[in-house]
């Protein structure tokens, strides 16, 4: 089975730059979580998804970011405009009530704002 | 306020030794932890986890345990292999919404050859 594939897998770009982030969960789990990795603050949650609908959305760090999930198979996470300190790796996850509970996380997609 | 904290950024130990990683939890409202173990460029792997009604919990070389009046929990890993060099993170979660993770910061453990 396919794991959860995230894309760009590196992004550079500059200062005020749109950048989007895109995810693909494991198919049949319901729930899609972003996490952002960064030295200062390690892995803190972004935004979270139960059956396509946002649930908690209390980490995006600013009006800047923001994270839709169209169907059950897809999401992106948007940062407009980007700004050096968004520099990070953000991580998807998936997740299913099915099964012992943990999640499964993409490989990453590691930014770089100039 | 971290509500899950790993205080050891870094472990470094020998082949064949055991290997112990902590974590403290200040939120009463876990009782679901998970460790999860992150080689470089790679995401996080979901390793162990272990539920409040347990205190111990076994998978192999790896053993977990949790102490919940003192809100810490341990992984151990006997014999360390070099191969289990990674970043390891703590994770807890309410069972009402287990998918909900918050993560420690980590501890980078290097098993020496």
């Known amino acids: 089975d396919a794991g959860v594939i995230q894309s760009p897998r590196h992004e550079v770009t500059e200062m005020g730059q749109e950048v989007t982030l895109r995810c693909k969960p494991i198919?049949?789990?319901?729930?899609l979580f972003w996490y952002r990795q960064t030295m200062m603050r390690g892995l803190e949650l972004l935004i979270y998804?139960?059956?396509?609908?946002?649930?908690?959305d209390s980490g995006m760090p600013e009006d800047r970011f923001s994270a839709k999930m169209p169907n059950a198979s897809f999401s992106t996470l948007k940062i407009q405009p980007s700004e050096p300190r968004d520099s990070a790796v953000y991580f998807c996850?998936?997740?299913?009530?099915?099964?012992?509970?943990?999640?499964?996380f993409g490989e990453g997609s590691r930014l770089t704002v100039l | 306020d971290q509500q899950v904290k790993q205080n050891s950024p870094s472990l470094s130990v020998q082949e064949g030794r055991i290997s112990i990683l902590n974590c403290d939890y200040t939120?009463?409202?876990?009782?679901?932890f998970l460790w999860y173990k992150k080689y470089p460029a790679e995401g996080p792997t979901f390793l162990i986890s272990?539920?409040?009604?347990?205190d111990k919990n076994e998978d192999g070389r790896f053993t977990v345990f949790l102490n919940k009046s003192a809100k810490h929990l341990s992984l151990h890993i006997v014999p360390s292999q070099p191969g289990d060099s990674a970043v390891y993170f703590c994770?807890?979660?309410?069972?009402?919404?287990?998918?909900?993770?918050?993560f420690g910061d980590g501890t980078t453990l290097t098993v020496k050859p």
């Open positions: 996850a998936s997740w299913t009530d099915r099964f012992t509970g943990e999640l499964f």
């Open positions: 198919s049949g789990h319901n729930s």
């Open positions: 998804f139960n059956n396509n609908v946002p649930i908690d």
């Open positions: 939120n009463s409202m876990f009782d679901y």
């Open positions: 272990i539920s409040s009604i347990k």
């Open positions: 994770a807890a979660s309410a069972i009402s919404n287990a998918g909900k993770s918050t």
